[in-house]
């Protein structure tokens, strides 16, 4: 006889789920494995800060069968039969009475390096669900739940905490974040939260065949972005080079992200460009203003302008561009390139350290 199960992780908004064994209670259903269950499973909390930007991002979940629910003569509980390609599996889910939360955790991570590295041919249960709408018809059991942005390519990795452990994590993008989500496991069917939000078997209540409120817990990063100076000189006058001098401003989340000057520099007429690479955070509003332009030459277009940073993903690269004439005056100019680094100290804060370069 199998012994009931006591922690399996049972939804992405708590760390892990308790199933005990319960004697058949008069006060509540008894469990029915033969019931279909559901699942909805949101991208982020509702009132996470991460939600409104994660709806551009297009998370779908993947779910995978990793065991069936059976079950246990004489008690209100269930037990799991792992599926074929989780049979290594078999022994740990057998018991898991003693698992802390931490070791669900990694249960869940092996599994789905298995599941995902390695060139698996392990096949979805469900593909590509919209995060936050019902997933039904899912017979009782355990199951590996991931994250992902639709028609993301490249979306499984890993990373490593700050003892060097690696962990699997998948990948959702929007215009301006990546995000990282951990796997989960999910059992059903499950009962309701107690106190402390872990849903546990061997409390009162009916038993919970559709899941609902469950939702992701994702890390974020900044995604980078180009940006594309443009710079166009209809006339030249020919007695020396003249350098065009650009203050660069990024701003995202009401912070100052970006701060830099660039130069052009021109030896005759024609449209040259500079291009900022991956150093301002997506999504971030830039202003470019030139701030020199030597006492010969006119602006034709406006001397500032304004770009949202895009992502190096996309198709399209933020651009700004300006134009000058020559004004028939003899003034010659030439530039000096100032290029400031934030820079840890020694001490442990920070400051911006301006390193000059004479513009060629």
Do not use: H
């Amino acid at each position: 006889m199998k012994k009931g199960l006591k922690k399996p992780l049972i939804a992405c908004s708590v760390a892990a789920a308790l199933i005990a064994a319960t004697t058949i209670s008069s006060l509540a259903d008894s469990i029915d494995l033969n019931r279909n269950c559901s699942m909805t499973i949101s991208a982020a909390a509702a009132n996470s800060e991460y939600a409104e930007d994660l709806e551009a991002a297009n998370v779908v979940l993947d779910v995978y069968k990793v065991a069936s629910a059976v079950a246990v003569e004489g008690v209100d509980t269930y037990a799991y039969q792992v599926e074929g390609a989780y049979e290594k599996y078999a022994q740990t889910l057998e018991d898991t009475t003693d698992i802390t939360n931490d070791e669900w955790k990694q249960l869940a991570n092996d599994i789905a390096k298995d599941t995902l590295m390695g060139g698996s041919t392990i096949a979805k249960t469900v593909e590509g669900a919209a995060a936050g709408t019902q997933i039904g018809e899912l017979k009782a059991g355990l199951y590996l739940v991931v994250a992902r942005s639709e028609g993301l390519d490249n979306y499984v990795t890993t990373v490593e905490d700050e003892e060097g452990n690696e962990s699997v994590v998948t990948l959702a993008q929007s215009k301006a974040y990546e995000y990282t989500y951990l796997p989960e496991l999910v059992s059903l069917p499950t009962k309701e939260p107690d106190e402390d939000g872990e849903r546990r078997t061997d409390t009162p209540g009916d038993w919970i065949y559709d899941l609902t409120g469950a939702y992701m817990k994702p890390e974020r990063e900044d995604l980078y972005g180009n940006l594309i100076i443009e710079k166009t000189l209809d006339e030249w006058e020919s007695s020396s080079p003249v350098t065009f001098v650009f203050k660069i401003t990024a701003a995202k989340r009401g912070e100052t992200v970006y701060s830099d000057v660039a130069g052009i520099t021109f030896s005759g007429p024609g449209t040259q460009s500079i291009t900022i690479e991956e150093k301002i955070p997506a999504g971030s509003e830039v202003t470019v203003e030139e701030i020199y332009s030597g006492a010969s030459y006119t602006a034709v277009s406006g001397a500032l302008q304004s770009v949202v940073i895009l992502p190096i993903s996309d198709e399209d690269v933020a651009s700004v561009s300006f134009e000058n004439t020559y004004d028939g005056g003899l003034v010659p100019g030439s530039g000096i390139i100032n290029t400031f680094d934030y820079v840890e100290t020694t001490a442990g804060s920070a400051e911006w350290v301006v390193t000059q370069t004479p513009e060629q």
